[in-house]
Structure formats: C-alpha cells, structure tokens
C-alpha cells in the first residue's frame, strides 16, 4: 500500500493493489487558516496513515472515499467523530444509529453527500508544543521523545471515535436515551463505573471492560488521576438521523511513569489502551488493540452476518 500527498492541500490514502481499496482524503477549513505548509503536510500524513491502519484492521476493501476535515479549536488537545450517522435497525426496542463514516466503508453508501464525512479539531497549543510528529508514521520505528506526545497515536485515537467509539449515552452515568442509541451505546451497563458488555470485548478482556466515568466513550479509570466530566449535550438531527456527539476529547498528556508501576498506570491496565480516556503518556506509542478489534465485531463493522438481514442484536 501506498500513500500518496497532494500538497494542493489535499491527502490522499489508497492501495497500491489492482483490487477495490478505500481512500482517505483530507482537507483543512477556515479556522486551520494559521497552520504553516508544513503543519498541514504533518497532520494529512499522520490522519491518511492512521486511516490506512484502521482500514487494514477493518479488512475494507470497497472503492469508497473518506473525506476528512480539520479545524483548529479552542480545546486542550483533540477531538473527531463522523459528520453524520445512518439507522441499521432496532434493537431492544431503540432505533440504532451507526457513525456515518463507518456506514460508508461497510456498504459503501455515503450518508451526507458532498459534506465531509469525519471531522478532527485540535487544539493550537497542544499541536505546537505538544505533539510529536514521525518522520514515517506508517512505520513507526523512530524514538518518540519523552517529552511529547506521539501524534500518530493521536489520530489513530480520533479515528476510533470516527468510526465506532461514539453515542449519545449519559457521560457519567452511561444511561442511554429513551427511543435510540448508538451501535456502541447499545452495549453499555449503566453504573459507576459503566461497562461494555459487548461479547467480543468481555471475552477479549477475560470480563466487561469499564468505560471511563464522565468521559465514557473511553476505556478505563484510574484512582490516581482525575478525568474531566463531560457534560451531556442537547442531541441534534439532521436528516431524521441524530448527529454524532463531537465533545469526546483526548485525555491530557503527562509524563509516562516509571516502567511496570501499575499503581500509576491504573487497574487492569486499561489506561494503557489506545482509546482510553484518563491520560496519554509522553514518549509512548499506542496502536490498536486485541480489545480495539473486538469492540468492531461488537459493532457489527467485522461480520457482516450482523447486517446480513437489518440490525441483528444476536
């Protein structure tokens, strides 16, 4: 496979094999006006090459094309999520939504037309003094710096949220509202902390992995760090279908810890997941997980027997 950069200010992600393949194709909107040539050719290499590892995991050989918009918000470090969502059925009695972007790769029907189909912010500061960019994202072999945070592991995190990691369940509580949810809500266990009771990702984790109190589109909690709570959002529509929450933000970057000190790395070692949502740790390296590849059956997005008929909640 191969990547290919348009430095017309758009980036391009496709297989070099002569069979179908996916595209991933960035662009950057108005409030990115600041970012320098370089800024830009930095982030649509790392965002097409995390898009190239998710599509490889995902086994996605259908010609489709992921266009991905960037923006520069006023926010510690990052967000993503799909423009858009598609229904898939009814489960449990809710109407059922899957990301839009993951739709379009599974069926190859692209739900919003013309409009971008995923979208990223990140923070100024964060991207300036914060993140480390990889001569070779793709291989991932230089020695990420102590004292920065690894941005490929960053937007392979976003990628997560793009594609599966999203709803509209209580942040805190996990309680999810009362006539739908997400291919991910629908998994939830309510409580304090909530949990994923997903088949695949209990059996992957040996039992339900927690989700991260006030922040619980995220693995894992730990007592010795403190997680900001997101507050629950007024869901929008848009075409009969409920929008993506946009407000599922990185955790924040600190020092890594002494090597095995599991006290600091948190119970379990949840926090040590690519899509946790308590800390990421400078000088580390995250990619996609056993648990990251189980919760996409639980989604339905690596067996299509899930969507041979509709929305199977078997």
């Known amino acids: 496979m191969r990547v290919c950069l348009v430095m017309a200010g758009a980036f391009t992600f496709a297989a070099a094999s002569a069979g179908a393949q996916p595209i991933v194709q960035v662009g950057?909107?108005?409030?990115?006006?600041?970012?320098?040539?370089?800024?830009r050719a930095d982030i649509g290499s790392h965002l097409v090459a995390a898009g190239r590892l998710w599509a490889v995991a995902l086994g996605i050989t259908r010609p489709v094309t992921i266009d991905v918009r960037v923006g520069i918000a006023p926010i510690a470090t990052a967000?993503?999520?799909?423009?858009a969502t598609a229904p898939v059925g009814v489960v449990a009695g809710r109407d059922t939504y899957e990301q839009g972007a993951a739709?379009?790769?599974?069926?190859?029907?692209?739900?919003?037309g013309a409009q971008a189909d995923a979208i990223v912010n990140i923070g100024l500061a964060y991207l300036r003094d914060e993140l480390w960019f990889d001569p070779d994202p793709l291989a991932r072999a230089a020695p990420v710096p102590a004292d920065r945070t690894d941005a490929m592991s960053v937007f392979l995190h976003e990628w997560g949220h793009v594609l599966a990691y999203n709803g509209w369940s209580d942040p805190t509580s996990g309680a999810?509202?009362?006539t739908y949810w997400s291919t991910f809500d629908r998994w939830m266990q309510p409580g304090t902390p909530t949990l994923f009771a997903g088949p695949a990702s209990s059996l992957?984790?040996?039992s339900a992995p927690d989700l991260t109190t006030g922040n619980n589109k995220h693995w894992g909690n730990a007592g010795t760090t403190t997680v900001a709570v997101r507050a629950a959002l007024p869901v929008a529509w848009r075409d009969g279908a409920p929008v993506p929450w946009k407000a599922c933000e990185l955790p924040p970057s600190r020092d890594a810890p002494p090597s095995g000190d599991a006290a600091l790395r948190g119970a379990g070692g949840l926090i040590d997941e690519l899509m946790n949502?308590?800390?990421f740790y400078r000088g580390t390296r995250y990619g996609l997980s056993a648990l990251d590849r189980a919760l996409l059956l639980d989604v339905g997005l690596l067996d299509e027997r899930l969507f041979a008929s509709g929305f199977d909640p078997g």
């Open 277 to 279: 949502g308590v800390v």
């Open 79 to 83: 967000n993503g999520a799909s423009v």
């Open 204 to 206: 992957s984790w040996g």
């Open 28 to 39: 950057f909107d108005a409030s990115a006006s600041m970012l320098t040539v370089q800024e």
């Open 176 to 178: 999810p509202p009362a």
């Open 103 to 112: 739709y379009e790769l599974r069926t190859g029907v692209d739900v919003n």
